[in-house]
């Protein structure tokens, strides 16, 4: 929480100003990280999709191969495993990286929410800190005037 210079009548206006930009700038800066950090997990289902058409893809390969001779067959069942096995991996490591990146992001998004609520408590308590102030000299300005 910043301290504010007191001049006549409340707080320095230029220092308080000064002090909402630069709330407002990091507002701004993590809306846009967050932004980004959305499109990186909508980039990554994307990727998702193209490796399970790939993984498709092997599978009607290996369909294909199983209706060869049985040498052929034979061959093309180790090679079309190794595939799978393979695509089965990279998918796994694609999911778990793309869960990972999401499950971050939304740690991120909650994080940036609970900053902002905050930073809405505090403005809050400010305005109504100065507001009591304003009361008062009020209250102290009809006392004195009788």
Do not use: C, P
């Not at 206006?13 to 993590?30: A, H």
């Not at 846009?32 to 893809?57: F, I, M």
């Not at 096995?85 to 929410?113: F, G, P, Q, T, V």
């Amino acid at each position: 929480m910043n301290n504010f210079s007191t001049v006549f009548r409340g707080y320095d206006k230029e220092e308080v100003k000064s002090y909402l930009d630069k709330v407002i700038y990091e507002y701004e800066r993590l809306l846009a990280a967050k932004k980004a950090s959305d499109q990186e997990v909508l980039k990554l289902r994307k990727d998702l999709e193209k490796y399970e058409k790939l993984e498709s893809t092997l599978n009607r390969a290996l369909f294909s191969a199983e209706n060869s001779a049985e040498d052929i067959r034979r061959v093309a069942r180790n090679e079309a495993e190794s595939y799978i096995n393979e695509a089965k991996r990279n998918a796994n490591r694609i999911i778990n990286d793309a869960l990972m990146k999401a499950e971050k992001a939304n740690n991120d998004a909650e994080r940036l929410k609970r900053n902002v609520d905050t930073l809405k408590k505090r403005l809050r308590q400010i305005i109504e800190s100065q507001l009591e102030v304003i009361e008062e000299m009020d209250r102290i300005d009809i006392k004195d005037e009788y």
